[in-house]
DNA sequence: GTGATCATCTGACTAAAGTCAGAGAAATGT
DNA sequence: ACATTTCTCTGACTTTAGTCAGATGATCAC
């Protein structure tokens, strides 16, 4: 076995010491650090609500209104009530807020430059390739699978980019037509479920169940982000869907799918899906297949 | 050009954001973060002085008397007087402390292999070279050319491991005999110099200078560490070197070195070095090289 | 031996970070 | 329509973190 852990723990002490410095650098700036990563975490993305700030930034609510009205009394950012929900509060950066940005923005990116600047050109491109390799497994290692409604915001936009991409792959496409809505009744609990992988905020899976009859549920819409394919994502949202499919107390799962998707037809048998006869009139399915719950 | 300066900072707010637990996981000990932080690092090595601690953790030295009086008046620590040296103090932990140390070492092991838990083995090997790799272009980037006195410390464990090298390199054995101390009075200030690189505290390099005559300096002694080669720092030192020599206001460089050690002749040659006549009596030296200076 | 230097400690601070308990406004469930 | 929940804000705090200016004692250079 690979020791990971210690390899982890090892690197995280170099890698603070050492970067610790891009963080730091946001001293410097005449600005209290939490000041200074607020405004930069505002900065990153445009509109942003309080909420969503504190969820990234893991601040209390009191103090994050603090911190808020220091930087709006600078006049770094200006603070207004969504019109969505009158709750909450969406932050902008206003043009002075923006100049201080970029300078954060600057001063980090020297830093950056600095570090790396004794290594040479292929030294720098293996760096590159190993901190990306390091990130996207760090990412996938940590995404959440949650359960959110068929019409979210963030399912809607999974199951239109996998219903744009089977248009693309299968021959002769794919005509969603109203599916998005019609089936959303069927994914929804009680008699069914709608989950979403997410790394940190963007969408990169889905999956849906749907129960058929008391004895069996039907996996539906199993789709990984590109670029984030060959991480197991599939592997454990399929996981994922078989231990809520048990929880709601089926006895078997079935599936049905293309005959061009062979990545997903090779994950399904790799888990234990063996072929069953033609259960629904999917026009686009060719293959079925079926496995029963442990329990 | 690969933009590793994008890919730095996109890794470190990934990472800070991800492993920044690792870290407030010493939070939960019921210790604040600094105490937690001096605790662990006084029981990673064993006997430390404040003034190392003081060097790595960057602390003030009465806030750092400050936290290690906390520390001792929950009897995780002793301190005591350096027997070496009056002035410094060692800190060693207590039974009470190495078994809190061990708590928190756990419970940084557990979040760690939480962490990587969802990947499989094949990920997490390769999250382990991608992590490994970009620890050690990072140790090496961040590198530090310091002169010091030849007879110091990490001075003669450099050389003295050097030797050690050669002997096992060289045939026929190589005898340091008396150069060790023979030597320091040559590359010592204002004629020569004596050149350590450092990661963190660990010599991983050295190299000197000895003036010859008005014209000609020599470099003698360089050494990079086993498990640092390949990764630049001879080519660096050796520049280093050079600059030094130039500032010294010497118009060519000299240097001799024994058949055996390939790399390093392929070294010089590749930085501008030409073979030249023998210009000393050393018994151990196989090749003459020559390079002016720029200026 | 003596003056300079070095390392630690103490007292007296300040600023930043973070917590907690409500109050008040808007949305939601029934 | 009314109770409940969800968010944000404010006031009143505490704790950490960090700085600065000496004082004290040990060591070093000459």
Redesign the pocket.
């Given at each position: 076995m690979s020791d990971v852990e210690l390899t982890l723990r090892r690197f995280n002490r170099s890698f603070t010491q050492r970067i610790g410095v891009l963080d730091s650098s946001f001293l410097g700036s005449g600005r209290?650090?939490?000041?200074a990563r607020l405004l930069f975490e505002i900065g990153a993305a445009e509109r942003v609500?309080?909420?969503e700030l504190?969820h990234r930034l893991g601040?209390?609510?009191?103090?994050?209104?603090?911190l808020?009205?220091a930087l709006e009394s600078d006049e770094l950012v200006v603070?207004a009530p969504d019109p969505d929900?009158?709750?909450?509060?969406v932050v902008d950066l206003t043009a002075a807020g923006r100049q201080a940005w970029d300078e954060l923005d600057a001063r980090s990116d020297e830093l950056a430059t600095a570090l790396v600047s004794p290594l040479t050109e292929r030294q720098r491109a293996e760096l590159d390739r190993a901190l990306e390799t390091a990130r996207r497994l760090l990412e996938a290692a940590t995404v959440r699978f949650d359960v959110v409604d068929p019409e979210s915001t963030d399912a809607v936009t999974a199951m239109s980019t996998y219903f744009a991409e089977l248009d693309e792959r299968f021959t002769g496409g794919f005509d969603p037509g109203d599916t998005l809505t019609a089936d959303a009744e069927s994914m929804r609990a009680p008699h069914g479920r709608f989950v979403v992988a997410r790394a940190d905020a963007t969408v990169v899976a889905c999956g849906g169940i749907v129960r058929i009859d008391d004895d069996t549920a039907e996996i539906k819409r199993m789709w990984v982000a590109e670029g984030w394919r060959g991480l197991g994502l599939g592997g454990r949202m399929l996981a994922d869907l078989e231990h809520r499919i048990e929880a709601m107390g089926a006895a078997r799962i079935v599936l049905d799918t293309n005959a061009v998707l062979t990545e997903a037809i090779t994950m399904y048998e790799r888990h234990g899906y063996r072929p069953t006869d033609r259960y629904n009139d999917n026009p686009y399915a060719q293959r079925w297949f079926t496995k029963p719950c442990r329990s």
């Open positions: 209290p650090l939490g000041e609500t309080t909420l504190r601040l209390d609510s009191g103090y994050l209104s603090r808020l009205r603070v929900d009158g709750r909450r509060r």
